[in-house]
């Protein structure tokens, strides 16, 4: 669907075409140097944030764990719209991005290590502290940057897909997190439950925390550097997953990471037709999809029943 729908409507014959190479070149440049890398950096993005929001729940042991509770996503707006304010081109509000993205996270994790070791509710309230001092800064960047600036620095904001071209570093981080994160599911198991259980089975607790902090901190830089800001994805599929099928992170982890891709999917194809030719902003779409889903599902399944 996303190949075939836009501004242009192409029937599912030529689209097959074009992927192999026997479509009219217009066809051809349509699906393959537009279409197809847009909607697999969708989907790989969708499954970046997904991971990591499964990653965030069991460091931090919280339902409400998401990937921007780091602080990423406020650094990585921060520079990212001071960089378009100044005129700089996409390489380096991409660069800025990911540079204020892993700042800020790091940032979070110092303050909240402090002189000792950190614990879960003390990396979340910073978190969520440093998150609203960074949205501080981006509502007054915006107020005071110049109206030509504003539209681009909006759709950054909601999430924008129309300049992502370049699937490929999503997607290799897609494949190795997926596949480091379903073998080692077990170790998430154990964790999960607690990091007492964690030590007395005889997993490193310290080092496990370190390696899911840096794993779940570039997904979402990467993420955050590819597309934009885009919410809910990290947040609400893993739940969806959960409830669905159940907490063994054997399936959730890789089943996330698809859900979160197809969703993704779903919306930016939504946002290129409903309005064509025009373009809705992506997180808005998410949302939209993802919420009256969650509660239907929520609706069906007994919490007493959600592990």
Known sequence: MALAMGSADIAVAEVWGALRGTAPERVHSLVNELRLPRALTAFAVGGLLAIAGVLMQVLLRNPLAEPYILGSSGGAAVAALIAMSLGMGSIVVDAAAFAGAMTATLLVFAIARGTGSWAPTRLLLTGVVLAAGFG??????????????????????????????????????????????????????????GELQAAIVGLPVRAFRYLIFAA???????????????????????????????????????????????????????????????QLPVGALTAAIGVPLFLVLMGRIRTAGYR
């Open 136 to 193: 501080a800064v981006t509502t007054m960047l915006l107020a005071t940057s110049p109206d030509r600036n504003l539209r681009g620095m909006l759709f950054w904001l909601m999430g924008d897909l129309s300049f992502a071209f370049d699937p490929a570093r999503c997607l290799v981080l897609l494949g190795l997190l997926a596949a480091a994160g379903t073998l080692g599911a077990r170790h998430l198991n154990v964790l999960a439950r």
């Open 216 to 278: 779940a901190a570039l997904a979402t830089a990467l993420s955050v550097t590819t597309a934009g800001v885009i919410g809910f994805i990290g947040l609400v599929v893993p739940h969806l997953v959960r409830l669905v099928a159940g907490s063994d992170h054997r399936i959730v982890l890789p089943a996330s990471a698809l859900a979160g891709g197809a969703l993704l999917v779903a919306a930016d194809t939504l946002a290129r037709t409903i309005a064509a030719p025009r």
